[in-house]
């Protein structure tokens, strides 16, 4: 191999530190396949070496959680016998590069997470994070990125049911794209990435293996630039079809018992899969790579060790059960091949015929991975960002106007254009579809519903990650209560900038503490995820962005709650209080350009009295509509109600003695509209009051327009009005 | 009564059709794998589900056509079996030439995933039996080549022979232009065969046969396979 520094490790990504290791882990010089190996296993993407000092402060256990972090995924109770696995991951980099592909594969990656634990799945989600739309590039990214994520899920047969867009400057050169699915299984078959039990075959399902993504985990754990391009070839390429026959088959496969381990083949491929389950088994696995069946000729064993080919699964069945493994595979058209058996001395090695060509403890490439503690810091100009004095700034000349503005914010506005590209419905199980605080999908022979919803917003955490991370949780949990589901558990996928600058350090360390404190309040513990660090560009990093993706249990689905307002002349509440935040809105950077100030202040205790008042109020049937006011502040929390029913309101505000931009466009949290019958306003008001929580009454469902009066302004406006901007602005945009 | 759902390699509607025949209108129902050269039993409709069969990479429904049940079920058609195909169902049908014309790419060249209205043009057939004459129904759909196109000539005999079963429309039922979303010949969503007994239609009213999901409506193209049985069957062809 060729390499200019006359260090092979420093050509793919090793330091002479980490290098030093391997020769103690090995007792001697690595070859290249090894290095390669080590390469790939102790890039940030597989190791967490950056991360696992911080990632281990969160909460992962309650009495919900059957499997926490360090599975292909998280999984939780919910009762009779049912759990859920689901699970968030990101693909950032190759969406960047190769944007239908990068998310195509983001899928398929997620996919094979959850069916790999034993789980059918039967929802996906996404969050993603694009540049403004007034860049080609952008639309360029927005548009392959949503098709890609369609042309997989789609065709595969897995409902997209949610998920969030946000489009802002800092992701211009570096998108995020982060993919969550959500599958049911029986406890019974719950299965695991383990190779136990020595003599038991070792086993390549799936398709076959080519040169495609070849050290894509190392490519997702550098910064971009110029040069990005030509990596191109680290990008995989899915088949959504290939996928279907294989989720098909594994399915039938863990249903006769005779799985002892499976993990699929992500990032890393072949390596990682069977040193993780080597490592976790505390076994060892002797494989010859002559076997394993290939797309193309001359493969080398660097090659097919480290290829990111994917729809691939590694699995360990019980010895003698090789032929029942073999029929069900070639049912759907698909090779399963022996190559390899567990052992029992602890090394993964890795044959070519007779020649050994790697040979490496398993878990030298697995825990013995080095990890740092990075240095952190407050950024220097953080600070002076956060005391910018807000109180003073004038107010607009135009409420109206302003309203129909905000509306129409990519960010804010409806994201028709995106779902509609989704197949949100097949799988017949969708009771809440996309647009609302969080997606429902039925539990089919059961009365259950799970909620599902993935969120964050990135502003937050910039301007203050430790209460950004607790508003990302808390947020989360709100829009499941609004739906009517006890939140159960988290998910979360951090992306951050370059862990190895302090300022990046800082705000992911921070960022983690508010998600870790919000999640102990909630008992929503965090049951995996996944890190994405370098999303930076020319040394400019995005936004600090940890998603928290969230699931939670609806008891009866009959008693789902959703956010349009049903009934004329049924009253509007607010629960929760208004109050003078302005910082972080997007208000704030629409009309003022200013990207300043604290963020909006997360008391959790108010949190927690408002989210179990609300759940209360659902299941005594006492409310007719639930939603959060988030993004865009009361005023589009209201349209969006309004819209989602085709009824309009009068909303009498005059009492408040707040600034109407703040009253009308701040994002001060804890906050949810609900609406209920004349009959059943007491029994509310007094719930509310049982829970020590504010509730204020808002106004009436009423007419087709939305009418909000208050000292100084009126705003008054159709809802043909009101659509035509809130569902006119993507399209528009996209067109341009 | 016994249906028949036909899984093809990327069939992905085919659980969510047995789930409506067996249990929301409580019929039997078995799958019938695509290999599968005979059917093992006697059926009284044949479901061709929604999905990607085979990836729909070639053209969509092209490959399958070439399975092995698929020689079933052109015999069983011929002998005036009901054959009803859904989407990825309907678009195997105009390919294995059980039903005149072809799907295409949808006009905005994008997947779409709605809601759509659907006006019942004929309720005369053991499809739609249980709707009345243009009735409106709300059914989703969800394709990206769902465009409905065939000769002027084939529309002609489309037309005079009542044979476009449902086609889109507003909420009022009016076939308005605007509401042909994927650009369909006509506005046409569904079609039968001049016999009456093969309908393949783009929207998938199995989404919609149960009120948890929106609306139950969809549920009467199934229900109405069960009358039309019950009733020995149409007469006269």
Redesign the interface.
């Known amino acids: 191999m060729e390499n200019n520094t006359g260090k092979p490790w420093v050509e793919l990504g090793l330091t002479d530190y980490e290098y030093e290791m391997i020769k103690e882990i090995l007792a001697r010089e690595p070859n290249y396949v090894e290095l390669g190996m080590f390469s790939v296993m102790w890039s940030e993407h597989c190791s967490y070496k950056n991360s696992r000092p911080v990632l281990k402060t969160f909460p992962t256990e309650g009495a919900q959680v059957l499997e926490g972090p360090g599975e292909n995924a998280g999984v939780v109770d919910i009762g009779d016998g049912l759990a859920v696995a689901f699970k968030v991951e990101s693909h950032n980099h190759p969406s960047a590069i190769e944007p239908y592909q990068g998310a195509a594969t983001g899928v398929g990656g997620i996919i094979r997470d959850v069916f790999t634990m034993g789980a059918r799945p039967i929802a996906l989600l996404n969050s993603l994070r694009f540049g403004t739309l007034s860049s080609a590039r952008s639309r360029y990214l927005f548009n392959g990125v949503v ?1 890609g994520i ?1 042309g997989y899920g ?4 897995i409902p997209t049911v949610g998920g969030e867009v946000y489009f802002h400057p800092s992701y211009e050169g570096n998108p995020i794209v982060n993919a969550m699915c959500v599958g049911i299984l029986e406890h019974k078959d719950l299965a695991k990435g383990v190779a136990s039990g020595v003599g038991n075959p070792v086993m390549v399902v799936g398709a076959k293996t080519g040169r495609d993504g070849i050290r894509g985990a190392s490519f997702a754990s550098e910064e971009l630039n110029e040069a990005s391009e030509e990596k191109r070839p680290a990008v995989q390429v899915g ?4 996928e ?2 294989l989720m098909e088959a594994c399915l039938e496969l863990i249903k006769t018992g005779y799985v002892v381990g499976m993990q699929d083949m992500g990032a890393a491929g072949l390596t990682s899969s069977s040193c993780e389950m080597a490592s976790k088994g505390g076994t060892g696995i002797e494989m010859d790579v002559a076997l394993i069946p290939r797309r193309e000729k001359g493969m080398n064993p660097y090659e097919i060790m480290l290829s990111e080919s994917q729809e691939r699964m590694l699995v360990v069945p019980m010895k003698g059960k090789e032929d029942e493994v073999q029929s069900i595979f070639r049912k ?2 698909l090779d399963a091949v022996v190559v390899g058996t567990v052992t029992d001395d602890g090394i993964l090695r890795i044959k070519e015929g007779e020649k050994v060509v790697a040979e490496i403890p398993a878990k030298g490439l697995t825990e013995m991975c080095p990890v740092f503690e990075r240095e952190a810091k407050m950024p220097e100009k953080l600070a002076e960002i956060q005391k910018c004095n807000l109180m003073e700034l004038p107010e607009p000349a135009n409420y109206q106007k302003t309203f129909l503005d905000l509306l129409s914010r990519p960010t804010i506005a409806s994201k028709e254009w995106v ?10 199980n ?2 809440v579809r996309p647009g609302a605080d969080a997606a429902v999908v ?1 539990v ?1 022979g059961t009365k259950k519903g799970i909620a599902l919803t993935i969120d964050c917003n990135s502003r937050y955490v910039y301007l203050n990650p430790y209460v950004g991370g607790k508003i990302a949780v808390s947020e989360a949990a709100r829009n499941l209560v609004c739906t009517g589901a006890k939140p159960l558990g988290v998910t979360d996928c951090i992306n951050f900038g370059n862990p190895e600058k302090p300022e990046i350090f800082w705000q992911f360390k921070e960022a983690a503490r508010g998600i870790g404190e919000a999640c102990r309040a909630l008992n929503t513990p965090v049951t995996g995820g996944n890190v994405s660090f370098y999303n930076e560009t020319k040394g400019e990093a995005v936004f600090p962005t940890p998603t928290v993706g969230m699931v939670g249990l609806i008891e009866d ?2 008693k789902v709650c959703t956010l349009n307002f049903k009934n004329q002349d049924d009253i509007i509440y607010l629960l929760g209080e208004n109050s003078d935040e302005l910082g972080g809105s997007e208000f704030l950077v629409m009309y003022h350009g200013l990207e300043a100030g604290m963020p909006p202040d997360l008391d959790l205790e108010k949190e927690i009295a408002l989210q179990e008042c609300t759940l209360k109020l659902i299941k005594e049937g006492l409310i007719n509509s639930a939603h959060d006011c988030s993004e865009g502040g009361l005023s589009v929390a209201l349209a969006e109600c309004c819209l989602a029913g085709g009824m309009g309101a009068q909303i009498r505000l005059e009492e408040s003695t707040l600034r109407p931009s703040s009253l009308l466009f701040g994002e001060t949290q804890s906050r949810i509209i609900i609406s209920v019958s004349r009959e059943s306003a007491d029994k509310v008001k007094a719930m509310a009051q049982s829970h020590s929580l504010a509730i204020s009454k808002l106004g009436v469902v009423q007419g087709k327009s939305l009418v909000i009066n208050g000292n100084s302004f009126t705003i008054n406006l159709t809802l043909n009005e009101i659509e035509a901007r809130y569902k006119g602005a993507i399209p528009c945009l996209m067109k341009g | 009564m016994k249906f028949a759902v036909i899984v093809f ?2 069939s ?2 085919d ?2 059709c047995y ?2 025949v067996k ?1 929301v209108i409580g019929q039997d129902a078995d799958y019938v794998w695509h290999q599968d050269e005979t059917f093992k039993t006697q059926y009284d409709c044949i479901v061709l589900p ?3 069969s ?4 070639l053209r969509t429904g092209s490959i399958a056509k070439f399975s092995p049940i698929m020689n079933e079920v052109i015999k069983f058609a011929n002998q005036g079996g009901l054959v009803l195909g859904i989407c990825n169902g309907f678009q195997i049908l105009t390919e294995a030439g059980l039903l005149p014309g072809a799907l295409v790419r949808n006009k905005g060249l ?5 809601d759509t209205f659907l006006k019942v043009e004929n309720n005369e057939t053991p499809f739609t039996l249980d709707y009345t004459q243009d009735q409106v129904i709300q059914v ?1 759909v ?1 394709h ?1 080549e769902g465009a409905y196109v065939c000769d002027e000539n084939t529309l002609e005999k489309l037309k005079a022979n009542k044979q476009i079963v449902f086609r889109y429309s507003t909420s009022a039922g009016e076939t308005f232009p605007e509401c042909n979303f994927n650009g369909s010949s006509d506005n046409i969503a569904g079609i039968i065969n001049k016999k009456g007994n093969v309908l393949g239609m783009m929207p ?1 009213p ?2 919609c ?2 009120t ?2 929106g609306n139950d409506l969809g549920k009467h193209v199934f229900t109405s396979i069960v009358s039309w049985l019950k009733g020995g069957g149409r007469n006269g062809e």
């Open positions: 098709s369609a789609n065709c595969i047969g088949d959504p079809f290939m279907k026959l759907w058209g779902y509609e590209q989704y197949d949100y419905m097949v799988g017949i969708t009771v039925r089919k689905i009959e | 390699p990327g992905n509607c659980a969510d789930h409506v249990e929604g999905g990607f085979y990836g729909d990479y994008k997947f779409v995933c709605k989703p969800a990206g998938h199995e989404r046969a149960e948890i999901l």
